[in-house]
């Protein structure tokens, strides 16, 4: 408990990065957090919690379904494409029977 939070992980860079991300949209005035230890005033770990959860329900849950929404687009997408391939050469393929068809009925 009396070590500083280690800010050399990942975990650590997303975290401060998440609350940049929430000062921007929800606060007009950033409050810092400090997540350093101090050994004369020991840290709010009340506040710390309690913005870290708003961090993670809130904005996590909206990247979340950001990638979700990105997926499903990629999907259709994808779908899109191979039905209009699809249609296209339905319609290929019905062209050449139409001209087969024709080309039948002058030679006869």
Same mark, same amino acid.
């Given at each position: 408990?009396?070590?500083?939070?280690?800010?050399?992980?990942?975990?650590?860079?997303? +975290?401060?990065?998440?609350?940049?991300?929430?000062?921007?949209?929800?606060? #007009?005035?950033?409050?810092?957090?400090?997540? #350093?230890?101090? *050994?004369?005033?020991?840290?709010?770990?009340?506040?710390?919690?309690?913005?870290?959860?708003? *961090?993670?329900?809130?904005?996590?849950?909206?990247?979340?379904?950001?990638? *979700?929404?990105?997926?499903?687009?990629?999907?259709?997408?994808?779908?899109?494409?191979? +039905?209009?391939?699809?249609?296209?050469?339905?319609?290929?393929? #019905?062209?050449?029977? *139409?001209?087969?068809?024709?080309? #039948?009925?002058?030679?006869?």
């Amino acid at each position: 408990m009396k070590k500083s939070y280690t800010t050399n992980v990942p975990s650590y860079s997303r +975290l401060i990065s998440l609350l940049q991300k929430r000062d921007r949209i929800v606060h #007009t005035k950033p409050k810092p957090l400090n997540i #350093t230890t101090n *050994i004369k005033e020991p840290p709010n770990y009340g506040a710390i919690f309690e913005q870290t959860e708003f *961090i993670y329900t809130n904005i996590d849950e909206g990247m979340r379904s950001l990638e *979700i929404l990105k997926d499903t687009l990629r999907h259709l997408e994808g779908c899109e494409n191979d +039905l209009i391939l699809e249609i296209s050469n339905m319609l290929n393929e #019905t062209l050449q029977n *139409i001209l087969q068809n024709t080309l #039948t009925m002058f030679e006869s």
